[in-house]
């Protein structure tokens, strides 16, 4: 541009508009090409580039702007946008997102100082000295940062970047010095020099625009590249995962099974052990041998109280307990853990108590046998850690409406307690409170832990409350569905936990009814001969599934006592020829088996079977599964 009298004029008007597109080219293409995956580096490179433009823009326009707008915040601007840049590569190189307060304070302060140097007029040398050297000051600042900074981003363009920040510091050292040399005044004066020393400044911001495009795509690249490794790693990784999965599904499956044949080896025996002491109790004897009798028969369940809890811990490790819902009493399941637990209490001299609220709903929906291990467990405890005193199980309404019942069951003892330092560690299984050799209490440190994970299926936890010396409480929550559909007169035998204690005419109402047996263990031949002749019932014994489906064709029958695991043929296949019979297909048949997985009990009762006793199982549970089923065929 030239002026009337020659000379170039064209610094302002044509410098400022070029650096303003530049910037705003660049800034554009930065936020397209990132715009789905913008990095914190990224962002700030565009605010820089952003603040640039309306730097250069307000600068332009300047003499028809205020004064603090044109100039101080056109040169604020102007300097902020190189402090951004800096913080990008910052962020590039080492993650940081510095705020670098003071260095904005300064920028603010570079900008602010034009309003009293433009309102005072000041000498236009001393104006360009004050741009000069601050911007010098700023740009040889972030040349260091950035060289320093390159060592963690070992590429090229990195320091090329800094290497525009340390030629622009030299571009202005130049202009300081021609301004004092020839005296060409602040920026905006003409002059062919000035003019030059902008041009260069010009130039630089597309190079070092280019030298960040080119970073940040090595950086994209280099991502891509950990991507591509990462992904390899991982599908090696579930590879490998999927194998050893597979291998700890067989491990799990060979012991599950392992345990499952225990449980049958070591049931199958206990179950013969159990019933013979049991009939030995109903015989008369002096007093001394009833309690060496009573004593053994406590014995042969607490090992079958063992058994069922390593059993338990299995199923709660593989993750394959469930819950029924069922109708029970409350009063049921204190019987029952009365019944178990009142003998060894007498022998200690301890008051096993119970108090159940006479509020409580009298049949609620939950899982008895599930609520009644838990609480074999926690009395179980009370008894072994109680030497004298008391034993309380209290179940209390907390709170009911028309649906449910939320109720606090707890046990209470007067034994020696737990320290409190020690209340976190009962919950590990294995764990005791003394594991040593000499230790006076026997167990395997699995009742607690099996509660709690039992208590956890049904939505509640464990509470423990204990004072060394003193003893301890252990509560819970329960919130139990209140049974609508049946009233207690009608339960019958349709619940669990329902007690029916038979009586003389339930008994006379048996006498001459006809039950085949299928059973090849004499020792459980035995035991039944004896709890089915007790119940007047004619008993007949066949010891494997042919001679069963023999005998059923001969003679007729009220009732199939049949045991699953049988040579030449079991009883579920048995089961299954059974029902093909015309005539047989409504005979009640109830399935007898040590196993005690829930599959099994599904696989016999998908056979045909009308229901499932698991082995060891008492006189009681027997005469309650066979007066349910005679009594519906009337």
Request: glycine share 6%.
């Amino acid at each position: 541009m030239l002026s009337n009298n020659g000379e170039l004029k064209f610094a302002a008007s044509s410098l400022f508009p070029i650096m303003l597109a530049i910037n705003l080219i660049y800034g554009t293409i930065l936020w397209a090409l990132f715009r789905k995956d913008r990095s914190i580096s990224v962002n700030f490179w565009i605010k820089g580039c952003f603040y640039f433009c309306l730097g250069t823009f307000l600068i332009a326009i300047r003499f028809h702007l205020p004064l603090f707008l044109g100039y101080a915040l056109g040169n604020f601007c102007i300097a902020y946008s190189h402090l951004m840049c800096f913080q990008s590569m910052e962020n590039m190189a080492s993650g940081l997102n510095k705020k670098h307060y003071e260095v904005r304070f300064l920028c603010l302060l570079y900008g602010v100082g034009f309003i009293p140097l433009k309102y005072n007029d000041v000498n236009p040398d001393l104006m360009a000295l004050y741009i000069g050297i601050s911007t010098l000051v700023l740009h040889l600042w972030i040349f260091l940062k950035l060289i320093n900074l390159s060592k963690n981003v070992p590429n090229i363009f990195s320091k090329l970047i800094s290497y525009c920040y340390l030629i622009s510091s030299v571009i202005w050292l130049f202009r300081i010095f021609l301004s004092q040399h020839y005296g060409f005044g602040e920026s905006v004066d003409p002059g062919f020099i000035n003019w030059l020393t902008l041009l260069m400044l010009t130039l630089i911001f597309p190079m070092k625009n280019s030298f960040f495009f080119g970073l940040e795509l090595i950086q994209k690249n280099n991502q891509l590249k950990e991507i591509t490794l990462l992904s390899k790693e991982k599908d090696e990784l579930l590879i490998q995962l999927a194998a050893e999965k597979n291998i700890a599904e067989k491990a799990n499956l060979t012991k599950n099974q392992f345990l499952a044949n225990v449980s049958h080896e070591i049931r199958t025996p206990l179950h013969g052990l159990i019933g013979l002491l049991s009939i030995a109790l109903r015989s008369p004897m002096s007093g001394e041998i009833k309690k060496s009798i009573d004593k053994a028969l406590y014995s042969s369940k607490a090992l079958l109280h063992v058994l069922n809890d390593i059993l338990s811990f299995s199923k709660i490790e593989a993750g394959v307990v469930e819950i029924n819902r069922e109708p029970l009493r409350l009063q049921q399941l204190f019987d029952d853990v009365s019944d178990l637990f009142s003998i060894s209490a007498v022998n200690k001299n301890i008051d096993l108590r119970f108090d159940l609220d006479s509020k409580v709903p009298e049949i609620l929906i939950g899982d008895f046998f599930k609520l009644r291990q838990v609480l074999f467990n926690l009395v179980g405890n009370s008894i072994k850690f109680t030497q004298h005193g008391f034993i309380e199980v209290k179940a209390n309404l907390e709170h009911i409406d028309d649906k449910s019942a939320l109720i606090i069951i707890s046990v209470k003892d007067s034994g020696i307690g737990i320290p409190s330092e020690f209340l976190e560690d009962i919950f590990q299984p294995f764990r005791q409170i003394d594991n040593s050799s000499t230790r006076n209490y026997d167990g395997l440190g699995l009742g607690l832990p099996i509660v709690q994970s039992l208590l956890k299926t049904m939505s509640s936890q464990l509470i423990m409350k204990s004072q060394p010396g003193k003893g301890t409480e252990a509560s819970f929550q329960l919130c139990l569905e209140i049974s609508s559909n049946l009233q207690s007169d009608q339960m019958g035998s349709k619940s669990h936990g329902l007690g029916m204690n038979l009586a003389t005419t339930q008994v006379e109402s048996l006498a001459g009814k006809r039950v085949l047996v299928a059973e090849d263990n004499p020792i459980n031949i035995e035991v039944m001969k004896h709890y089915l002749e007790f119940l007047k019932i004619n008993v007949f014994f066949v010891q494997d599934g042919y001679q069963c489906l023999e005998e059923l064709e001969r003679n007729s029958y009220d009732l199939v006592l049949m045991d699953i695991q049988m040579p030449n043929l079991d009883g579920v296949h048995t089961t299954v020829q059974i029902r093909l019979i015309e005539r047989l297909k409504e005979l009640p048949i109830i399935g007898l088996s040590a196993a005690i997985a829930q599959e099994d009990r599904e696989k016999s009762m998908r056979s045909g079977m009308n229901d499932y006793l698991v082995k060891p199982f008492e006189f009681e549970g027997l005469a309650q599964m066979i007066f349910k089923y005679m009594n519906d065929k009337k």
